[in-house]
């Protein structure tokens, strides 16, 4: 059984997750394997998603976790936080749905114009959310 304690690591390993079939769905398509693209970013949207659900559960339960770096560890920590909460709000309730909407709906000229903005910040707000992780939990917690 997972406990509450132990969802930061999987919302890390989530975003880095969603992050990998980002970059394999992306590959797909340039490569001309449209039905792979689909198949690996429907896999990124349902990962995102439980990455989601895991997120809000962990922080209902174990509220907001402070961050105990010092120096300028202290304003990298908070740009990438700042930049990454942004972005990530951006990312879930605009750009990824509007993507998915225009495929789903065949306009392919106008997924694969928004899709060019979609994939870079999606790909930052992955990696941006492990980079956080590794900051909060691990090179910056308290001993």
Excluded at 74 to 91: E, G, K, Q
Aim: hydrophobic share 55%; proline share 3%.
């Amino acid at each position: 059984m997972i406990e509450i304690a132990d969802l930061p690591v999987v919302n890390a390993s989530l975003n880095a997750t969603s992050g990998v079939l980002v970059l394999a769905g992306y590959a797909c398509i340039r490569a001309g394997r449209k039905q792979a693209h689909a198949v690996f970013m429907a896999c990124a949207v349902v990962v995102s998603l439980a990455f989601l659900v895991s997120y809000l559960t962990y922080h209902a339960h174990a509220g907001s976790k402070h961050f105990a770096g010092q120096g300028l560890a202290r304003p990298v920590y908070f740009t990438i936080l700042t930049t990454h909460t942004i972005l990530a709000a951006v990312t879930a309730l605009w750009l990824v749905p509007v993507t998915v909407y225009r495929a789903a709906r065949s306009r392919f000229d106008q997924h694969k114009a928004l899709a060019r903005w979609t994939l870079p910040v999606w790909l930052y707000v992955s990696v941006t959310g492990v980079i956080i992780y590794f900051m909060l939990y691990r090179w910056y917690a308290p001993a």
